[in-house]
C-alpha cells in the first residue's frame, strides 16, 4: 500500500473524500471544498518534503501519492461548483467530522501525529 499502512480509512483524506462521495450524491449538504483544498496542500507537502529530504524517493511511492491526490483531492475539487458559497456550518461539519476521525484513531491504538509524522520519515515512530 502506498502510505505504508494496511488500512485506507487511517488516512484524513479518505474520511474526507467519502464526504465528497456523500455531497456529490446530495446526501449531505455539507460542501466539502475548504476540507479537500487544506489535505490537497498537506498532501503536497508530504511529496515535496519526502522527495526534497530524501526519505520518500522511490518512483512507485511518488505515481501512487500523485494518483492517490488525483483520485481523492483534484477530481473532486474540479467537481465541485466554485460558485456554490461555503458556509460556517461546512466548515464545522469538516471540524466534527475530523473530531471523529480523532476518536477513531485513538480507538484503533493510533494517533494523528503517529500516522501522518510516518508520512513524512517512516523511520520515525510514535
Same mark, same amino acid.
Given at each position: 500500500?502506498g502510505?505504508?499502512?494496511?488500512? %485506507?480509512? %487511517?488516512?484524513f483524506?479518505?474520511? #474526507?473524500?467519502?464526504?465528497?462521495?456523500?455531497?456529490?450524491?446530495k446526501?449531505i449538504?455539507?460542501?466539502p471544498r475548504?476540507?479537500?483544498?487544506?489535505a490537497?496542500f498537506?498532501?503536497i507537502?508530504?511529496?515535496?518534503?519526502?522527495?526534497?529530504s530524501?526519505?520518500?524517493?522511490s518512483?512507485? %511511492?511518488? !505515481?501512487?501519492?500523485?494518483l %492517490?491526490i488525483l483520485?481523492t483531492?483534484? #477530481?473532486? !475539487?474540479?467537481?465541485?461548483?466554485?460558485?456554490?458559497p461555503e458556509?460556517?456550518?461546512?466548515?464545522?461539519f469538516?471540524?466534527?467530522l475530523?473530531?471523529i476521525y480523532?476518536?477513531?484513531?485513538?480507538? &484503533?491504538?493510533n494517533?494523528?501525529?503517529?500516522?501522518?509524522? &510516518?508520512?513524512? &520519515?517512516p523511520?520515525l515512530?510514535?
Amino acid at each position: 500500500m502506498g502510505f505504508g499502512y494496511e488500512r %485506507y480509512d %487511517y488516512l484524513f483524506s479518505t474520511w #474526507i473524500f467519502i464526504w465528497w462521495i456523500l455531497y456529490s450524491n446530495k446526501l449531505i449538504k455539507y460542501n466539502p471544498r475548504s476540507s479537500i483544498s487544506f489535505a490537497l496542500f498537506f498532501d503536497i507537502m508530504v511529496v515535496v518534503w519526502g522527495a526534497v529530504s530524501g526519505v520518500r524517493t522511490s518512483m512507485s %511511492y511518488i !505515481l501512487f501519492t500523485l494518483l %492517490y491526490i488525483l483520485v481523492t483531492k483534484l #477530481i473532486p !475539487l474540479y467537481n465541485i461548483d466554485f460558485n456554490e458559497p461555503e458556509t460556517t456550518d461546512d466548515v464545522w461539519f469538516g471540524t466534527g467530522l475530523f473530531c471523529i476521525y480523532l476518536l477513531w484513531l485513538g480507538m &484503533n491504538g493510533n494517533s494523528f501525529i503517529g500516522i501522518y509524522s &510516518n508520512m513524512l &520519515n517512516p523511520h520515525l515512530k510514535f
